[in-house]
């Protein structure tokens, strides 16, 4: 069974300054690996994903994301965030069966 | 087309009542999914087509909900005598089988649904 914890439910940043979003998961198998953002009223928008290759991935909006196999953890960063970036963070796990697993969330809201 | 609708993007129903969700995936796209998403918490999967057929239905909580997708296209998820903790954002997502859509899933805006 799959299972992701994103270890912080709300993260206040203040603009510009760096942020990290953390999540780790469990599985007994190879998976792929995702974060979305999700807008007040809106659906989930894909950031960024990891299928293979180099384990650092680049999304948009300037956020990265680093795929740590030893620690099973896929944290997301960016360096310098805004106002705009203020949302619901989710990491997700797919083994290629059919079901996303998602974590509960983590709220980023971005201090003028 | 270009992402995936769901329609109406609200819905408030009574007690008792039945309600039916419809979702336009991606053109294309074989694969889609529904997902329920209460107040505070990550999406949580309900079930799953390719194409017509439903290969999973192992997340719907209840008989009372049940989804189709007789063309393997639109898919409508319906929820019978509705009650209070069927309250969510009912989200539906599909993927497809070559280039970027492969491997992701696409996201609709999802229901709310509010069950009084």
């Known amino acids: 069974a799959q299972s992701v914890t994103q270890l912080d439910s709300q993260v206040p940043v203040f603009e510009e300054a760096p942020v990290e979003l953390r999540c780790n998961y469990s599985?007994?198998?190879?998976?792929?690996l995702f974060w979305y953002v999700q807008y007040p009223n809106q659906g989930l928008q894909l950031l960024l994903k990891?299928?293979?290759?180099?384990?650092l991935v680049k999304g948009i909006n300037g956020f990265e994301a680093e795929f740590n196999k030893s620690q099973t953890s896929f944290h997301l960063r960016k360096p310098s965030v805004h106002i705009s970036d203020t949302a619901e963070y989710f990491c997700?796990?797919?083994?290629?069966?059919?079901?996303?697993?998602f974590g509960t969330g983590t709220s980023l809201t971005v201090i003028p | 087309g270009a992402g995936v609708s769901q329609s109406p993007r609200y819905k408030v129903a009574k007690r008792g009542q039945d309600v039916a969700l419809r979702c336009d995936p991606i053109?294309?796209?074989?694969?889609l999914f529904w997902y329920q998403q209460a107040l505070g918490q990550g999406p949580e999967f309900l079930t799953y087509?390719?194409?017509?057929?439903?290969?999973?239905k192992s997340g719907l909580p209840s008989d009372r909900f049940f989804a189709e997708r007789p063309e393997g296209s639109v898919s409508t998820l319906k929820i019978q005598r509705t009650q209070q903790e069927d309250s969510a954002v009912y989200l539906c997502?599909?993927?497809?089988?070559?280039?970027?859509?492969?491997?992701?899933?696409?996201f609709g805006p999802g229901t709310r649904l509010t069950v009084l």
């Open positions: 599985s007994s198998v190879s998976v792929y």
């Open positions: 997700a796990v797919w083994n290629t069966g059919n079901q996303f697993y």
């Open positions: 053109s294309g796209h074989v694969s």
């Open positions: 990891y299928l293979s290759g180099s384990t």
């Open positions: 997502a599909s993927s497809g089988t070559s280039g970027r859509d492969r491997d992701t899933q696409y």
């Open positions: 087509f390719q194409n017509e057929a439903q290969l999973d």
